[in-house]
């Protein structure tokens, strides 16, 4: 485990993922975790804001599409209604305009399925720092 993500484990940072795909939550968790971060998963966004744990998040990373409130959306009402914390997106279907609405609503890094697990690590430990 790398010393940065090792300080961030034991600071207490929990990252939330977010995704209707429950391959997909368990494949990420797993990962994070090899990396010594504490994790949550969610199956949906509104189970996410649903949830009183969800204001103990450090980080959010989530899928764009899924049933209910996408990740859009749930970036949204995160910006007013709080809390602002870093979020990091992922999609199978990138679309330009989609990504661009991401980064510019405050997202950290917006990743394309299939992604390599260190270029996940990169942007989990980018925004962390902020």
């Known amino acids: ?13 929990i990252i939330a993922v977010i ?13 994070l975790r090899s990396f010594g971060y504490a994790t949550l998963s ?8 649903s949830d009183a744990r969800h204001e103990a998040i450090g980080l959010v990373i989530t899928d764009v ?3 209910g409130m996408g990740g859009l959306g749930l970036q949204d009402q995160m910006r007013t209604q709080g809390p602002n914390i870093p979020r ?8 330009k305009d989609i990504e ?6 405050g997202a950290s890094c917006f990743l394309r399925k299939p ?16």
Do not use: H
Not at 1 to 13: Q, Y
Not at 19 to 31: C, H, N, P, Q
Not at 88 to 95: D, I, K, R, V
Not at 115 to 130: H, R, Y
């Open 1 to 13: 485990m790398c010393s940065s993500a090792l300080s961030r484990a034991l600071s207490g940072v």
């Open 19 to 31: 995704d209707d795909d429950e391959s997909v939550r368990e494949a990420l968790i797993s990962l």
């Open 42 to 49: 969610f199956a949906s966004a509104e189970q996410f804001l």
């Open 65 to 67: 599409q899924m049933p």
């Open 88 to 95: 990091l997106f992922m999609t199978a279907y990138p679309e």
């Open 100 to 105: 661009a609405r991401a980064l510019a609503g």
């Open 115 to 130: 992604f390599e697990a260190e270029t996940l690590i990169a942007c989990v430990e980018a925004a962390l720092k902020g």
